[in-house]
């Protein structure tokens, strides 16, 4: 089972930012964060990840709570091409197997 | 460069048939996994292979259900005797064992398959 929780589905504004909310209540200090995207019809796709600290890249931005049992994930201008499935995966460094929950629908309103 | 590869994008079969789906990794990627993802679900893990060894196959749902990476680049998922709760999309992931890239899979398109 996934060890993670996210909302089934969430809606935006085009041209907006994006606050994607994940709990892990259950993770360790070893387990990393891990966002992935997946557009229709596509293979998932990595957004960014994480371990304590917050991260920036050119896609998003994660923010990780201090006691490591939430974190967001930060669209900063969402546009139509955002709609997807995004998906929230905690995992230890080693641990190749990412357990996938069923995500979050992100809708974007033009 | 060329991302990961899956072939055919989709496939049809009869209950019963036997089918091959494959996968061609981003060159020099050791690792690579499969996953089986049901409509509005997310990917399930199947097996993962470093190299040309299955690390790990627990994810295969039964003894139908085999997988083979002969020389560590190009993967095939076999399955036997199909069935129509095998119809699902299967995708490929891979990724390199070591670099900043280490925790990243990188996905194929998948392959549809159905089982009619």
């Known amino acids: 089972d996934a060890k993670t929780t996210q909302p089934n589905s969430m809606e935006s504004n085009e041209e907006e930012p994006v606050h994607l909310p994940c709990n892990h209540s259950t993770i360790s200090g070893t387990d990393y964060i891990h966002w992935y995207r997946q557009l229709p019809s596509q293979g998932p796709e990595y957004v960014i990840h994480?371990?304590?600290?917050?991260v920036n890249n050119r896609m998003a931005s994660l923010a990780i709570a201090e006691d490591r049992k939430s974190s967001t994930l930060i669209l900063h201008r969402a546009t139509l091409r955002d709609a997807a499935v995004y998906y929230c995966i905690q995992s230890t460094d080693s641990n190749y197997q990412l357990i996938w929950g069923a995500g979050t629908k992100l809708i974007i309103k033009p | 460069g060329a991302g990961v590869s899956q072939t055919p994008s989709n496939k049809v079969t009869e209950k019963g048939k036997y089918v091959e789906l494959r996968c061609d990794p981003i060159?020099?990627?050791?690792?690579l996994y499969w996953y089986r993802q049901s409509l509005g679900q997310g990917p399930e893990f199947l097996i993962y292979f470093q190299g040309t060894g299955a690390a790990d196959d627990s994810g295969l749902p039964n003894d139908r259900f085999f997988a083979v990476r002969p020389e560590g680049s190009v993967s095939t998922l076999k399955i036997q005797r199909t069935e129509r709760g095998d119809s699902a999309v299967y995708l490929c992931?891979?990724?390199?064992?070591?670099?900043?890239?280490?925790?990243?899979?990188?996905f194929g398109a998948g392959t549809r398959l159905s089982v009619l």
């Open positions: 994480g371990l304590t600290s917050n």
């Open positions: 060159s020099g990627h050791t690792a």
């Open positions: 992931a891979s990724s390199p064992l070591s670099g900043l890239a280490k925790n990243i899979q990188y």
